[in-house]
């Protein structure tokens, strides 16, 4: 069974760097399970795909965050890793991460809050 834990600071303040990990048990990242995707949610709206690591070391981003938001791994440690630059209060949200198999998101970590705040 594959399980995600999101962790990272709580509370950033604005114009800092957010940093997020994602671990991950029961695949391996680099196996050919899926790619693995960052998803928020602000409090009140849907959900927004950030962008995803896949196996092969592809990377991809949404439109909307490609330009302050860096996606790696830690293939040693079997995590996966967001930042996201200069944070402003309107990024507040529950962040995941989650696996992507090619026809669902089968597997999701439970959310990490992130309020930005000064």
């Known amino acids: 069974q594959v399980q995600l834990q999101e962790s990272g600071p709580g509370l950033v303040k604005p114009s800092q760097t957010l940093s997020l990990t994602c671990s991950v048990s029961g695949a391996s990242i680099t196996a050919g399970y899926g790619c693995w995707n960052w998803i928020r949610q602000p409090p009140g709206k849907g959900l927004e795909w950030m962008g995803f690591i896949c196996p092969d070391g592809r990377i991809r981003y949404s439109p909307g965050f490609r330009s302050r938001t860096s996606i790696g791994r830690d293939t040693a440690k079997n995590q996966v890793t967001l930042q996201l630059y200069a944070m402003t209060p309107e990024d507040t949200a529950v962040h995941y991460c989650?696996?992507?198999?090619?026809?669902?998101?089968?597997?999701w970590g439970q959310g990490t809050q992130v309020t930005v705040s000064s």
């Open positions: 989650a696996l992507y198999t090619g026809q669902l998101f089968s597997s």
